[in-house]
T-cell receptor
Framework: GNSVTQMEGPVTLSEEAFLTINCTYT??????LFWYVQYPGEGLQLLLK?????DKGSNKGFEATYRKETTSFHLEKGSVQVSDSAVYFC????????????FGKGTKLSVIP | DAGITQSPRHKVTETGTPVTLRCHQT?????MYWYRQDPGHGLRLIHY???????DKGEVSDGYSVSRSKTEDFLLTLESATSSQTSVYFC????????????FGSGTQLSVL
């Protein structure tokens, strides 16, 4: 079955530091890949997505590239801000008719001034 | 923001009692999902619906049932709540098969004592 593995958190960074959150996946076929973000007390929001190999998703300064050869979709940001403190989830779509999403366990990011 | 309302936002109940959580959407989206979020597990799919009266099980459906009698409402019922069902429950909606973006509600914190 499908699975997503994310780096364990929590991750604590100083403001303006470089961020990488690793994500690897196992899936049959050609899934779409996603990063969702959850701010404290809220539901998840789509941050970015990529639908095929070598696609780069980007939003709000975050980027991730769909690497089929390494089955990875690592999230990066060049300079984090305190407002980026949240839990980040990597996910993939099943590709079946219901398009169920399989989520990783989440990585909590704390950015300190 | 997508029009998704979950109710109640918080509930405390006792083991063995029935509990119903409601998800209401104003977007007329076809697909609706119930997830639970637990530390160390990320989000796991409980049940989903692909239309009125059309529902199917997710990966952690034991002990849960759902109903969808109208497009806008998706109910999750715990027939006899157990302490292992203490969790945060999220409802999500999706427009159609070509749009893989999920919109999430704000969640229901359920405590089973």
């Amino acid at each position: 079955g499908n699975s997503v593995t994310q780096m364990e958190g929590p991750v604590t960074l100083s403001e303006e530091a470089f961020l990488t959150i690793n994500c690897t996946y196992t899936a049959t076929g050609y899934p779409s890949l996603f990063w969702y973000v959850q701010y404290p007390g809220e539901g998840l929001q789509l941050l970015l997505k990529a639908t095929k190999a070598d696609d780069k998703g980007s939003n709000k300064g975050f980027e991730a590239t769909y690497r089929k050869e390494t089955t990875s979709f690592h999230l990066e940001k060049g300079s984090v801000q305190v407002s980026d403190s949240a839990v980040y989830f990597c996910a993939l779509s099943s590709g079946a008719g219901s398009y169920q999403l399989t989520f990783g366990k989440g990585t909590k990011l704390s950015v300190i001034p | 923001d997508a029009g998704i309302t979950q109710s109640p936002r918080h509930k405390v109940t006792e083991t063995g009692t029935p509990v119903t959580l409601r998800c209401h959407q104003t977007e007329n989206h076809r697909y609706m999902y119930w997830y639970r979020q637990d530390p160390g597990h990320g989000l796991r799919l409980i049940h989903y619906s692909y239309g009125v009266k059309d529902t199917d099980k997710g990966e952690v459906s034991d002990g849960y049932s759902v109903s969808r009698s109208k497009t806008e409402d998706f109910l999750l019922t715990l027939e006899s709540a157990t302490s292992s069902q203490t969790s945060v429950y999220f409802c999500a909606i999706r427009n159609d098969r070509r749009d893989e973006k999920l919109f999430f509600g704000s969640g229901t914190q359920l405590s089973v004592l």
